[in-house]
T-cell receptor, first 116, second 113 residues
Framework: AQTVTQSQPEMSVQEAETVTLSCTYDTSESDYYLFWYKQPPSRQMILVIRQEAYKQQNATENRFSVNFQKAAKSFSLKISDSQLGDAAMYFCAYRTYTGTASKLTFGTGTRLQVTL | NAGVTQTPKFQVLKTGQSMTLQCAQDMNHEYMSWYRQDPGMGLRLIHYSVGAGITDQGEVPNGYNVSRSTTEDFPLRLLSAAPSQTSVYFC????????????FGPGTRLTVL
């Protein structure tokens, strides 16, 4: 079974600085998807970024980028120029590539605080 | 376009009571799913549906029932509530499957006494 591990329960970053959130996963599959979701205090889950395992290029979305290390099974999220609105829980998630009869497996989350 | 809506937002039940959590989406999405979120556990999949009339179990289905009679609605039924079902419940939908962008509802906070 696939597992997703986020080893940092809490992180803190100053406004305008850069922070990296860690995620590792365990799988025997070669094709899969990885995601980062943001959950602000409103509780709504918001997709931040996604990465297909077959793509070597790291995904980027504005200030958000990932460092995908397939051999190491590592998928970290870098937030540049942090803003107060980035404060939230961040969840890493894994999904197998083929078929619809599959699911997202989530990590336990990292709470990010952004300070002035 | 309301996206994914869930009702109620909060609910308190007594052990043994039954209830239905409602979920609806107006985006004509085929794939819908229910998750529960517990402290320190992340989100865990309860049930999912790949289209009207088709449902399947996730990783924690016991004590829950679902049906998908229309594309828009995917209710989650608690058959006989237990304190272990105290959690926050999220409904999500995506166009075809979980690799598509998933849109989450605002969640339902359920307490079972």
């Amino acid at each position: 079974a696939q597992t997703v591990t986020q080893s940092q329960p809490e992180m803190s970053v100053q406004e305008a600085e850069t922070v990296t959130l860690s995620c590792t996963y365990d799988t025997s599959e070669s094709d899969y998807y990885l995601f980062w979701y943001k959950q602000p205090p409103s509780r709504q889950m918001i997709l931040v970024i996604r990465q297909e395992a077959y793509k070597q290029q790291n995904a980027t979305e504005n200030r958000f980028s990932v460092n995908f290390q397939k051999a190491a099974k590592s998928f970290s999220l870098k937030i540049s120029d942090s803003q107060l609105g980035d404060a939230a829980m961040y969840f890493c998630a894994y999904r197998t590539y083929t078929g619809t009869a599959s699911k997202l497996t989530f990590g336990t989350g990292t709470r990010l605080q952004v300070t002035l | 376009n309301a996206g994914v809506t869930q009702t109620p937002k909060f609910q308190v039940l007594k052990t043994g009571q039954s209830m239905t959590l409602q979920c609806a989406q107006d985006m004509n999405h085929e794939y819908m799913s229910w998750y529960r979120q517990d402290p320190g556990m992340g989100l865990r999949l309860i049930h999912y549906s790949v289209g009207a009339g088709i449902t399947d179990q996730g990783e924690v289905p016991n004590g829950y029932n679902v049906s998908r009679s229309t594309t828009e609605d995917f209710p989650l039924r608690l058959l006989s509530a237990a304190p272990s079902q105290t959690s926050v419940y999220f409904c999500a939908s995506s166009e075809r499957g979980p690799t598509d962008t998933q849109y989450f509802g605002p969640g339902t906070r359920l307490t079972v006494l």
